[in-house]
């Protein structure tokens, strides 16, 4: 009865979402994409608004305090898939070579990944993990209570948070997906093209 009432509570949290700065004429979507989940495929859901992204503070490999906003100015125009992980989350290991194998084909100047960890044990556990796997193109970040993870709306690991060329939230997807598919390449379009 529990388990009911918490996946009920935590499906209407992620089909609301975000509510603030309302765009007319958007409609929600969900996007297919590859997954190696039950039925593989998971689906990524657009907003019918663009929320800004939290100004909540994180910090980067160095130590050194950020927000994304930060990143999002450094780099103006460019897109940015935010992926939310941990070490002990199984899907979220076995995505890692797929997002690093998406950055490398596809980042640049318009489109980066970066991926925010959540581990308890700080940022070290992460990037030797990344290290032992062999990840060489993902920057890596650390929201040591997941305050920024629960401002964007994230209710499991890994959860994806598409941002556009404008710093605003397109959509969101929890859940392991196949980076460097067909049907990710198509969504990362999707969001070059994103106002």
Not at 6 to 23: M, R, S
């Amino acid at each position: 009865m529990i388990v009911a009432f918490v996946a009920i509570l935590l499906g209407a949290i992620f089909l609301i979402g975000p509510t603030e700065n309302t765009d007319a004429g958007r409609k929600v979507e969900l996007i297919s994409v590859d997954s190696s989940m039950k039925g593989g495929r998971v689906l990524f859901r657009t907003y019918d608004n663009r929320p800004d992204i939290p100004n909540i503070r994180i910090r980067d490999e160095a130590g050194n305090v950020i927000t994304l906003n930060d990143i999002v100015q450094k780099n103006p125009g460019q897109s940015l898939l935010v992926n939310f992980w941990a070490t002990w989350c199984f899907p979220c290991r076995e995505e890692m070579p797929d997002l690093d194998a998406l950055q490398a084909a596809r980042g640049g100047d318009d489109f980066k990944v970066i991926l925010i960890s959540v581990d308890r044990g700080g940022v070290k556990p992460s990037r030797m993990f990344l290290d032992h796997i062999g990840i060489k193109n993902l920057d890596l970040y650390y929201d040591e209570k997941g305050t920024l993870g629960t401002a964007m709306k994230t209710i499991g690991y890994p959860t994806t948070v598409l941002i556009n060329k404008n710093g605003k939230q397109v959509g969101l997807m929890t859940g392991s997906a196949h980076w460097n598919s067909p049907s990710a390449y198509a969504l990362i379009d999707r969001l070059l093209m994103d106002e």
